[in-house]
């Protein structure tokens, strides 16, 4: 098995603002494992909240030693050796996770969620992301998403309120509410999704910060609507502690280290009876499609990361009335542009 | 996809005793699913314990009507459908999985271990089931069952000290006992579990009546090896009970409905560290091949049903010194003989 991968910008169409930073061009890493004259491509989209950049996947990505393993179906052992390489690193994992699946699927002639058994009708429809901005801007955004049913809106900064109301007054699409850590104290944090929840939203993803979630349970008690962990769940490990904390997780192949890591937690959520979101990076078409494979799983889809920027270097995934439509070509369907 | 079925009696080698039970012939309902040429083969091996017979078995699978999937990769919705045509006839619906499972491996020209992404040389050895009898017939099984490095012992009546005692006297082997809810206080527990510790036992399973989930929390505190669920563990929803008052769980794709939801209950017992038993009942070749293809996850294996019958129907799971060796044929790489 040869390993490569190179380098890229994407380049954001709007300048992407959450609570915590903004950014014009996010990088990502496109991954390409080749067997038996198949190529099977990844993405690693590094997250410098979780201590990834260019520089960590890349540097990861040089030690991995393939040729101990004799084809991609290795599957189990080849991922297991990547984990034990290091305790982070799962965006540069999940590359090499997505590009082992999209192998397998090329080899065998079979779409991915195919192989996974899914049916891909059964995907629920992607939420469109609204970052931080100027009212004005954030209401010509939603004139943008018009084709999307659902929308979510970053908040945690001072005008959540107007911001999600300036929303409503131009829509009664179902708006779910991103804080990405952005309320500092519960007692925030309670006041204002009280007065979100009057204007009908649907939940609320990572309220408080990650580590504190003794602050989140006081704050489900008293809240009416989901509280879904972002940046609080990483990987199925961090479940046991989430349980009777959050009411679902926001799983993403970038953090978790892939989609064999994504089905584990998927079903481990089920069992704990947690509700599932299935969301993204700012990512190309490849790690959208590899996350979309695993979408009749779950019951928030938020995928729109390649829809965000105006230079995706794939093609294969397309979106219609806010609904993925997954490729029935083999592996992931994706294709270098 | 066309479905057949035809009942067996599994005839055993020697009577075989529990703490409930006792038999001599053990149903089996094999099943078959036809479609575009292939046939994949299942196996329903129903026990009263949980409520099913060869009639609940034969009566459920006609109940079935596959005519509304297109073929037998729709693996998680036929699967869905199937669930929700009954709370219970696990072993019925075991019997669907697998021959699904079989008929995907055969159609991809992959042993179902390589299309899990499994290494069938990562097994861990098979535990051989000696069951309850008088002290010299059990001295004479241990002696049968010589090529085999683990024995996993029934106890849960009178003489269970005794049995133990006598085992240990003729090898120092890996010794696991199982109780099958058959010490009716935790006291009684108690105390036989202290002695049997003192032979060298690895673990104990199903002390208590599977409902005394406080009887057995109790125990675990007072115990020093560990406690695995069989009768309390159906499937993946059990989890949440079971965590905390067992250390593990024994998996038979009979109690939980198949080999999908084996992975789901393995994936959702991991994140909350409880060890993995892959067991079975008294099966044909067919089931064991089927719960086989999984061991790779499994901290145990027990997995002889098959061995202990004398009219093994089908062929092609082989085991040396203990170790089962999986097929490299295509599907459950079963054969009818």
Known sequence: MKLRFRYYELHLQHTFTISRSSSNIRPSVIVEIEHDGIIGYGESAPSERYGEDKSTVTEFLKRIDLSQFSDPFELEDILCYIGNLSD?????????????????????????????????????????????????????????????????????????????????????????????????????ALEKILRLEEQGIELIEQPMPADDLEGTAWLRERVHIPLIADESFRYSKNLRNLHGVFDGINIKLMKCSGMREAVRAIHAAGTLNMKIMIGCMIESSVGISAAAQLSALADYVDLDGNLLIANDPFSGINVLNGKLILSDLPGLGVHSK
Chains 1, 2 share one sequence.
């Open 88 to 188: 982070g690193n799962n965006s540069a994992k999940a590359g090499i996770d997505i590009a082992l699946h999209d192998w397998i699927g090329k080899k065998l002639n079979l779409p991915v969620w195919k192989f996974l058994g899914f049916n891909k009708s059964k995907m629920p429809s992607t939420s469109y992301t609204i970052g931080i901005d100027s009212i004005a801007m954030i209401e010509q955004k939603v004139k943008e998403a018009e084709s999307f049913p659902i929308l979510k809106v970053k908040v945690g900064v001072h005008d959540d309120i107007e911001i999600i109301k300036s929303i409503r007054n131009l829509t009664d699409k179902i708006i779910r509410v991103d804080a990405n850590e952005g309320w500092k104290s519960k007692e925030e």
